[in-house]
């Protein structure tokens, strides 16, 4: 385990350092301390590696990840995880907006809430929630999953593509084309592999699942008035 | 029996053909025009602009004897890899998705013949461009449209799109019919459905944000790259300011008649500036911040040729960009397909409908058929002809006005042929010393 110290360590050496010993493929672990809200922590890593951030980030936390596995021992700033390609990303507090904005791979892990607009327009990430998640999540989602342990804020998956949601809880209210969906074996199998990789407390059959009516999805003048 | 003598019929300026047809097809559709390309209305540009050339007080540099440098960089100001460019006019972005990929590919081929860069568009980095094009810059746009670290690693620089002329403050729409597998595949939507390019990135708002949004490319990409931040024609002084304060290495400003691939009418003709109102505010914006040729800054919208560019240098631009002039030389609404032109209901020159995938000149199509239409090594050949003349074309003037090197020429070098042009481009009516709003007048 090699310590990088951010109270003694630029953000230009710490990420310099982690995509370095990344891209060395050797499966390397590193523990970053004093991280004090710094931006862009992390970011664009490239291989197998296991950083652990021993405190909370600002924006953009583990952004564009590919196969590293980033745990924040705090919450995340703004856009943590975005477009992220593939790996894990462990966020043991709350993360703040954007959570997994874009991304389009791997699995990003939120043991506690997050904000408005968690998996804004996603592209393939599966991202799981163990607390609630803010109003306009999924917002224009268009593929992948989002779990939700607790409840849904405001608009969900609104002017939703083909990514699908999971929430245990209640849901404030459902986006523009955002409709709840029959949960078949199949899905109830895909949430149990989730929940199972997320280390989540609990059962596929208590969650509700919605997806998107497709009703937007060719412009119709008859649909106007849905946005 | 005795007549009156009839009067010619007298058609209304207000209700004018083109209005009334407009509103027969609205009523008739119930939906607002959708169409390609940039603002159709006149407005002041840089043909209201002429060059005063050399006389008593300034001297001539003799034509296809003295040296004319027209070399241009961009990205001095933070990047570890500025890119130098041979000239100062560069291909701007259009998507793949949009064009097709035999249109990439003779952009990144005729820009390289030239020495100059070409940019990617909302839907990803292509194979046919990134192979074909020496020095590509990908655009970082709202959608994400196929966006992944490797291919922000191997841009030659990186412009994060937060407006455009056309449109400033709007979205765009790939309707289905173009959407083939290829393309839905780089988007990672399914096929055949229309897709939203978003009006607003999805994870930040503001300057403030932005910045930090630079700082996590940066590090990502080893703070090789420079990042270009591109607007549209709306507050040019203040977009251009915060771009600077945001961390910009280029500014791109782009005004309306700049082009989109598809957008309502009624947006591209009534939002935003032309683009001669917006070069003066953004160089005052740079000059103000003691930035002015640290942060360059790249002009678009209507840029025709090489007076077009001179002028725009003139005016304090370090480089232009152009997109709808280089479709055209590629073949874009030539004459020679005017029978299928008409069979469209258009005629040569007036084509805009290329998000309905139909384009004769098999260019802004994703239809094999009618993309095979252009072949990519003779469409890069007339865009490195077309590059050559307007270079050329450019360094005439600048001789003419006495300057060794492109980006001598200044406002001092031009006068203005109407009221507008002069208070816009803050340069005297010609005859005058005069422009509206000078200072101690």
Known sequence: MTVLDMAQVSLREVNETLQGAARAQANAAYEIVNPRGSHAVAVGLDGPLSVTVKGSTGYYCAGMNKDAAVTVEGSAGPGVAENMMSGTVTIEGDASQYA??????????????????????????????????GHMS???????????????????????????????????????????KKMKPKHLELLAGLLERAGADAKPEEFKRYGSARKLYNFNIDHSDAY | MDRTPPTEPRQSWTFSREVNSEIRRAAETGIYDIRGGGAKRRVPHFDDLLFLGASMSRYPLEGYREKCETSVTLGTRFAKKPIELKIPITIAGMSFGA???????????????????????????????????????????????????????RADAIEIVVGQGAKPGGGGMLLGQKITERVAGMRDLPQGIDQRSACRHPDWTGPDDLEIKILEIREITGWEKPIYVKVGGARPYYDTALAVKAGADVVVLD??????????????????????????????????????REVQLVVSGGIRNGADVAK????????????????????????????????????????????????????????????????????????RNYLNVMTLECQTLARACGKSHVHNLEPEDLCALTMEAAAMARVPLAGTDWWPGKPGF
């Not at chain 2, 568009?121 to 810059?137: A, N, Q």
């Not at chain 2, 989109?260 to 001669?276: K, M, N, R, W, Y």
Request: with cysteine.
């Open chain 1, 100 to 133: 997994g904005a874009t991304g389009r791979g791997g699995l990003l892990n939120i043991k506690g809430n997050a904000s408005s607009r968690c998996g804004i327009s996603m592209k393939g990430i599966d991202i799981v929630v163990h607390g609630n998640i």
């Open chain 1, 138 to 180: 999924a917002f224009m989602a268009q593929k992948g999953n989002l779990v939700v342990l607790g409840d849904a804020g405001d608009a969900l998956g609104d002017s939703l593509y083909e990514a699908q949601i999971f929430v245990r809880g209640t849901v404030k209210s459902l986006g523009a084309d955002c409709v709840e």
């Open chain 2, 99 to 153: 064009l097709s990929g035999n249109a990439k590919e003779a952009l990144g081929r005729g820009a390289t013949l030239a020495g100059t860069s070409t940019t990617t568009g909302d839907g990803g980095m292509t194979e046919e461009e990134r192979g074909h094009s020496e020095k590509l810059v990908y655009q970082y746009l709202p959608s994400r449209y196929g966006m992944n670290p490797d291919d922000l690693r």
């Open chain 2, 255 to 292: 005004g309306m008649q700049g082009g989109t691939a598809a957008t309502q009418d009624v947006f591209i003709e009534h939002v935003g500036q032309p683009t001669l109102a917006c070069i003066r505010p953004a160089v005052q914006a740079l000059q103000d911040l003691g930035m002015h």
């Open chain 2, 312 to 383: 725009a240098l003139a005016l304090g631009a370090d480089a232009v960009s152009i997109g709808t002039a280089a479709l055209i030389a590629l073949g874009d609404n030539d004459p020679k397909w005017e029978d299928e032109y008409r069979k469209l209901g258009t005629t040569a020159g007036a084509y805009d409908d290329w998000h309905e995938g139909r384009d004769p000149a098999g260019i802004t199509t994703q239809d094999p058929e009618l993309a095979a239409r252009l072949d990519p090594v003779e469409g890069g050949r007339r865009l």
